[in-house]
């Protein structure tokens, strides 16, 4: 992903909230509109960007649509002071929301169409979802999970919201009694 | 009454009940009985000894999720609402979990060979919880009130020495504000487990009771937190200031 800010400080806040929320993308940084478009331009498997309204200058809009031309499948995310130009293909943080809204806003920003799973929500787990749950009621990291599975840590954080979704369990606590409930892992097995 | 406006002195305190029966318990833990006949909230609240505007506070917050205190504020003493979420605190601890604890070993009681092993988890899932919550409430209890009452102390006597501005530049509520856990969570993960995932169990009804104590005291702390982040650190952050600006002013 993108950072796109003016000021160093920004976009070293952005990556605190990014390890706050546990998400370790590959990092590229831009302090201006040319550099972020070239950034968008140039590297091919980016996917988002979060961007500063000071980058995108007083048209927001047309600015948007300049990204957008480049590439159409990228995720915006903007910060920015006011509301009054946003667009819908874009998602909007205002500075004045709170630590609660950001989190939640980059958190949705993150995982609205990273969904891998192959089964309805209704239904059981699929298999490589039970591979993650496992590991993760075993105590395993997101990195060790990570690297057990073959899988990338944004790969296993989707898969970790997906599990959560269907399951209605959000702790590791609560995931491992679901684990050994259904016979899934061994209590003895759990890292302490 | 127009639902949209938070209780006022002049609110007849039936109408409180009627209007929202969850502040049952809230105004119980105030000491107040029922018979209220045609009194205000004021009425009441000066019969009983207690600070009408906290009173409100509270019935407001737990009331309505939206409701910010702002003026009011400055018209109770912090160690009011320290000693009523102290009191909460302990009605937790000493009433709310043991009841839950109780239905779950019921549970285990009646429930057949085979899902004995299910419920054994999920008891071991809530005594681990009910350590944690242990942990929280007792860090407040024992570092944030304290820290709470000294503020208030240290104000009064006006006893204003070079240490005072460090430690309330250091220890200020927003530190605790920033690090409030969530201690909901694992409670709607317990009911998770029962509603979703559970087989199912031959006592039904103590099942349902369980349930229905779940999810009051999730709702609880979920209010009680609130109240801590809405009234009492915003009343602690003035309190600080106070202090900062009186210092300054020696």
Redesign the interface.
Known sequence: MCIACKHFIHRLGVKTILSVIGIEPDLFEADDFTSTMSCIREIEELKFVVIAQDILGSDMSKSILKLNAINPDIKLLIVCDDFCNCQDNALYISEYDTRQQVLEKFQRFFHDDNDESTETSSGLLSEREIDVLKAVALGYSNKEIADKLFISINTVISHRKNITEK?????I??LT??A???DLIKPEDVKV | MNSNLPFSPKTKMADVIHKDYRLIPIIGRFGIDYGFSNKSVNEVCGEYKINVWFFLEIINSYHNKEYFPQEELKNFNTSLIVDYLSNTHAYYLNVKVPEIEGYIAQIKNEVSIDNLKNIELLSDFFSEYNLELINHLDREDTIIFPYITWLEDTLKQRNFTAGIVKKVKEESIEQYARHHENMEMKLSDLKNLIIRHLPPIICKEICQKLLIELFRLEADLEDHSRIEDKVLVPKVSLLEQQILIACEAE
């Open positions: 399951l209605g369990i959000k702790t606590a609560g009694v679901y050994v409930m259904h």
